[in-house]
């Protein structure tokens, strides 16, 4: 084995053993929604999956999900039997906790052995150890998987090894493995666009003497391919499919999350309570606003008091306004980096403009966006940037007095370590070893960001300071604030990428398909 793979391996061997130490940690309600899953896919026939609903955790996660809990609760059945019964609601034996926090730690092997796969091709041994490290270390996937419960790494784990498929030519594989973790997780369709545009463009049109040409046998490969997997999926559920995508879609639910992701809805929510506070100040009647339904942590339906209210339509136009353009520099441009921008760009417009959106969701937008952090200091500047901001927002899912100092101490290490190594992965070849690399951020930038520790200190001491009043303002100051970097980062990005593409020159989609099939074959050299 060589020096990188051992470090490596070594890296991901002591990443699992510190996991482990969380066993025993905070976990939210979605440790009961897991072990519920566990007992409906053990104790029902298919037929009744989707229909169970003794719990409030319903099963609302596509088919291959609920296959992969069916598979758990295999072993399941041998550490404890009662976890599997339907009527143990909130079952937490210590059997319990321990199996399903293991499935966690055991199941992010899928997303070491994909990081692995995707950076083997680099010829740069320390970034390809810096592009491991940053899948594998993510400190999002430790809050989210190893102490607020869930199974991301597994998921984000099949969609780089799709991205890697695709980055190796293989576009059926690719296609099918992004089908594959669609049906696992729906949320992955905020970048099926890209996936879209870029099998098209690089796949189903040709290269010839002559330029480019559609290939319809290429064509029908991938949507066989691609109707297979969903055949497979929901295929067994043919009798059921309006049940099942009432649960995969409950538009019922609001606008905003109880505790508001920082996207744009966010801000526009923040400004409707602006707007009352200005009324109020001015003496204006504010009787018939209804000025609470936005500050109470409510799942429910949204209505804003002074804006226009949000359908979901209106989100769904800007989302896709917003992919449009980048939905054309991957046709235009359908290489490898284009492909993976789209993946960044389309999760990003989901991320900031979509219905109802998790906090958790910025993984979409940092876990592909860390794949081509090291091409520029632009993207490095940014990514930090982003991941700081993205890693901090999600410090209100671990409100647990006993996982502040865990929180804490893993994001100031985050910062500072990652800073030095995302700058020392973008250094210029030509710059003396001697010279410190060193991430430079614009002076404003390093300003927003030092108003992170301020906005967490007071977030902290709120409660006593103030008692039970305001209870909403921490987390809407967290999410306010923090939506202010997600939004700087993604114009900064779109800027980047058009800049990017003057220097290109207006190159055609042929010059394109020509210049990435030469920049593999120098890979493969």
């Known amino acids: 084995m060589k020096p990188a793979e051992t470090t490596m391996a070594l890296t991901w061997a002591a990443a699992a053993c ?40 319903t099963l609302d996660y596509p088919p291959f999900f609920a296959w992969f809990e069916w598979f758990l609760s295999l072993f399941a059945a041998r550490v404890d039997p009662q976890m599997l019964e339907l009527d143990n609601l909130g079952y937490a034996s210590t059997e319990t906790v321990v199996f399903q926090r293991a499935t966690v730690v055991a199941s992010e092997a899928v997303l070491a052995f994909a990081a692995y796969r995707l950076v083997s091709r680099l010829q740069d041994s320390f970034r390809r150890q810096i592009y491991f490290a ?38 059926l594989l690719g296609g099918a493995l992004f089908a594959a973790v669609l049906n696992f997780k729906h949320i992955y369709l905020y970048q099926a666009p890209a996936v879209f545009f870029y099998i098209l463009s690089a796949y189903c049109f040709v290269k010839t003497e002559k330029g480019v040409s559609f290939s319809p ?74 000025t609470d339904s936005m500050t109470r942590g409510l799942v429910g339906n949204t209505s804003f008091a002074v804006l226009p209210d949000v359908s979901p339509l209106v989100t769904l136009i800007a989302t896709v306004l917003t992919q449009l353009p980048i939905w054309w520099r991957v046709w235009r441009f359908p290489t490898e980096n284009s492909f993976i921008e789209g993946l960044v760009m389309c999760g990003f417009s989901s991320y900031l403009f979509g219905w109802h959106v998790h906090e958790k969701a910025i993984l979409v937008v940092l876990i592909p966006f860390s794949l081509i952090a090291l091409e520029s200091r632009t993207y490095a500047r940014l990514f930090y940037i982003l991941s700081v901001v993205g890693y901090f927002s999600l410090f209100p899912l671990l409100f647990a007095p006993s996982e502040t100092p865990t929180k804490t101490i893993v994001l100031l290490l985050y910062a500072i370590v990652g800073r030095h190594y ?19 951020l614009a002076g404003y930038e390093r300003l927003y960001l030092w108003t992170l520790p301020i906005v967490y200190i007071y977030a902290e001491i709120h409660p006593w300071l103030l008692g039970g009043r305001l209870a909403f303002l921490p987390l809407m100051l967290v999410s306010v604030v923090s939506a202010v970097g997600v939004l700087y980062v993604w114009v900064g990005l779109w800027i980047a990428m058009a800049n990017a593409g003057n220097e290109m020159g207006g190159e055609s989609r042929t010059e394109a398909v020509k210049r990435d099939g030469e920049n593999q074959k120098e890979k493969a050299l």
């Open 18 to 57: 510190i996991k482990t130490l969380f066993i025993h940690a905070y976990r939210s309600t979605d440790f009961e929604v897991h072990r519920n899953w566990l007992a409906i896919t053990h104790s029902l026939p298919i037929s009744k999956w989707y229909y169970e609903d003794r719990s409030e955790w």
């Open 134 to 171: 940053l899948l594998v270390l993510n400190p999002g996937i430790l809050f989210v998987d190893n102490i607020h419960f869930q199974y991301n790494g597994f998921l984000y784990g099949i969609l780089v090894l799709s991205i890697a498929a695709m980055g190796e030519k293989r576009f």
């Open 422 to 440: 995302l700058a020392v992965g973008c250094k210029e070849r030509n710059q003396s070893r001697l010279q410190l690399p060193i991430l430079a």
């Open 217 to 290: 046998v290429n064509l029908v490969k991938i949507g066989i391919v691609t109707v297979a997997v969903f055949a497979l999926s929901f295929g067994p559920f043919y009798q059921h499919i309006p049940q099942l995508m009432s649960r995969l879609f409950p538009f019922k639910r609001g606008l905003n999350h109880a505790y508001w992701a920082p996207n744009f809805w966010a801000l526009y929510a923040f400004l409707d309570r602006v707007a009352i506070a200005a009324m109020r100040v001015a003496r204006l009647d504010t009787s018939s606003l209804n």
